[in-house]
Structure formats: C-alpha cells, structure tokens
C-alpha cells in the first residue's frame, strides 16, 4: 500500500511552505535559514526517489575498480559523485573543466 | 557587541581625536558569524567622515586587532589598495569588543553584485590585471617587516598544510575515497617550500575585493594574513568554482581567466608557478570540503547547531566533483 501522499511529495509540500509562504513574513535575517531549509526539503525528496538506486550502483561500481589501478578508480568515482550531485546539486556536473 | 555601539564608537573617536564626535547614518554592513562591520558617518566640527568599525569578537580573533592594522597599512605603503586604518582599540569599554575603525570606500563586494557591475561597465579585464597586480605587491613586501603577532608558515608551508588537511579528512571524511585519491595526488607532488616565503592575505577571492566600475578599489578582510607563506597558496585560491558565483567559465572570481589575472600578476613583478599553483588550487579545494565536513560536525554534536551548517555536509559532493575535475589522469594515448 503506497501512502498518500508520499515522503518526496511531502518533502516538496515542506519546501514550499518555508520557501513561499513561511520566508515572505520572516525578518531578513532569518530568510536565509528558511531559503536552505526547503533546500535541504528538496535534496531529501530526490534522495528518497534516487538514493537507493545510486547506493546500490555505487557499491557495484567500486568493486568493479582493478586494485592499484588510479584511472579505473577515478572514472568510477566520477560516475558515483555525478549520481550524488543529481541528488545534492542537480546540474553542478555540466561543468567538466577545473 | 555592547547594546549601543554608536555611542561607544563616539565616545571613542571624541577621545582619540580630542574634539566632540557625532555618529549618525549608523548601520550593520554584514552580519558574518565572525566579525561584525559597520558603517557610520563621523562629524567633527563641520566635517563629517565616512568610516567603517570592524568589531572582533575575541573568541574568533585570529589576530590582535593592532597587528591586522600594522599588515594592512604595510600592504597599503606598498600599493596595495586598502582601506586606511584610522585608529584601533583593544579597550572592551567603549563597545564590549576590540574594533578598527577604517576609512569607508564605496563600491560592491556581494560577488553577484560585482559580476553584474563588471559586465555592465565592460572592465572585468581591467580589473583582473589590477587584482593581479595588487597581490604581486603584496607579495614583494618583505615578511619580516609584519609584525610578529601576525601568524607565520613553517619552514614548509605546503607540507604544513596538507598534514593539518589531512588530519581532519581522517577524521571526519575517512569513508570518502575522493577525498583519499585527492590526498594521494597532493603527496605525491609536494612541491617543497617556496622559492620567495611572502607576506599572504589568504583569502584575497571575489567577495573581499571593493569593486567600482571603474575597477578593483580595495582589497579587504586582512585577519587572516600569514608571513612567510607560498604566494602560490595565494593565487590559486581566488580560483576556486566556489568564488566563481555560476560563471565557471572564469578561473577567476567568475569575471577573468587566468591568462589575464597572471598578466597582471606578472606585470607588477609578480613570479607564477603553474606547478605549485595547480597543487594549491587542488590543496585549497580539499581544505573547504574538509572545512565543510567540520561545520556538518559542529551541527551534530551540538556545538553549533544550525540548519545552515547542517547544509554544509550536503555540499560535499560539489567539492568532490571539483576534486576530480583537478585530478584527472592523463587521457590514455
């Protein structure tokens, strides 16, 4: 039985009560807090979608690294951080240059 | 703070300068965890002067409020643009903490603000060269003539940085095998202690800089400058992404390229080294996701608990990604 509604759905029904209608009637110093909290809302309503499957891949893709072999490692690793990223920071890897 | 600083702050001038001060247009320029500055308009006689107070907290004082003073007024005798310094205090009388109070110079420092500034006004070039330039006198000052109080880099400051990194990456990112790799590639190509030890601002990045249309009109937050240090450490760190506020594209400050920044660099005397530069960009990198993982730690175990510093631990994946950008093995032939 699948709860309505679901915890990514009340994650972005959170964020958009401090973005919207929380933050318009806090004092400035205080906005900033609110902006990160449905931030962090967001990040929680894709790692309940996401997170499993890039948990599992994760695993899948370190043990296939050859020990002692740097290249293999850091191409696995990029593909786990890029599968972060989707969750923490949607986009940030389109930049590939240093 | 004290709960009327204004007052403070004009019982303070009246004393220094021996004639009755007035303060008016008072008003909290940032409100940073660390260091509080505020602007204010003094009035002596019929002249009023526009001037700014950094108050310093001493839990947060990295260095006595007189030894930042003597640095940013040695920096400034060398061309190096910097507010003024009219007068400090250490006496906790007047507003509870020591302060400086600076002459207050006009312009953008929200990093946002001076992209915008720099693009509507056509001098993002201009500036770099300028920016370069300002750090390369800085780091033709001799670092003996800091005061002592101001902190000193051992004999290795490369070496000295990477143990202290690395301590906390043990500690608090150990399960991250970016963050190993990373450790692994610093190790490999220590570069030894620097050629020229210089006098170093640390943190010299878009945010700290004054910036007008007409380019860079001063270079501010000189707490944590360091004598005898690699000026390599300073040029690579103002190129990190996170400086760069979403215009990747521009190593520098999101407004310049390298190319234009070492120009400048160069030009007013300055020696660049991309080896070493390139390890202290790869090094600076992995010393904020370490400092990120500590603000994450000081939310959970309650020393700071705040949501903002909780957020901090869901960044480090931004910093991993930088990390590999950096470290990328050579292609295959």
Redesign the interface.
Known sequence: MQNRPTAAELLESLAELLEDTLLPALPADLQHRARVGANLARILGREVELGPAAAAREKELLEAVPAGDEEALWQALAEVVRADLAIAKPGYDSWEGE | MSADPARGLADFLTRELGDQVTISDFRFLS?GARRRNIAFTATVGDTPRRLVATVVPPAVELMPVEAEAGVRELARAHGVPVPEVVATCTDTSYVGEPFLISEHIDGDTVPRRVLRTLAAAGTAEHTARRWGAAMARLHSVDPAQAPESVPAAGADPAAEHLAEVTAVVGELLADR??FS?AL?WLEKRLPGPPPRPALVHTDMRNGNLIIGADGLRAVLDWEGTQRFGDPMRDVAWPAL?MWRFRE??E?FGGFADRDTFVRGYEEAGGTFDPDRYRWW?VMGTLYWGAGLAQQAAAHLDGTVR???M??SG??V??I??DL??????AA?A
Request: no cysteine; hydrophobic share 45%; aromatic share 4%.
């Open positions: 409100a095998p970016v790799l692994r992404r990747d594209a190593e960009k705040d949501i903002v909780a957020a869901r960044r994946s931004e991993e990604w590999l950008m950096q470290i990328r093995p295959k």
